[in-house]
């Protein structure tokens, strides 16, 4: 009886862990997706050759940003996806304040495209 209720609640916790995994991964899989998203829409405005206007910028996107800026064109399904996680990664290192109003959200991306050299393609 004893071992029969462990083997239950054994199976139960590989259960839930193999549960986790999976959510681990479509989230993580997620993420690639939207990074790469990222990556593809800072390529066409680095393409386009005009600043890229301040006001459409977000944390996630001026990361992507300043990869394809710093780190050369992508142009291929694996490039891109590279640089995905690049980007994903560069955003998991970043120490974000608190962000209670919109403008602490604004001052934040100024410092970003300070940091992240990217003024002679961003509109001041």
Do not use: N
């Not at 996680?85 to 919109?102: C, H, M, N, S």
């Not at 602490?104 to 393609?121: G, N, P, S, T, V």
């Amino acid at each position: 009886m004893i071992r029969d209720s462990l083997r239950r609640r054994v199976s139960t916790l590989e259960r839930d862990r193999q549960e986790r995994d999976e959510i681990a991964a479509a989230a993580a899989e997620q993420g690639l997706a939207l990074a790469g998203r990222y990556v593809e829409k800072a390529q066409r405005a680095l393409d386009d050759g005009r600043p890229v206007p301040r006001e459409t910028l977000t944390i996630s996107s001026a990361v992507a940003l300043a990869t394809i800026y710093h780190g050369g064109p992508v142009r291929t399904p694996e490039a891109v996806e590279a640089a995905a996680w690049q980007t994903l990664k560069a955003i998991a290192d970043l120490e974000v304040p608190d962000l209670a109003t919109g403008e602490d959200l604004r001052q934040y991306l100024d410092r970003l495209i300070e940091q992240f050299d990217l003024a002679a393609i961003v509109e001041p």
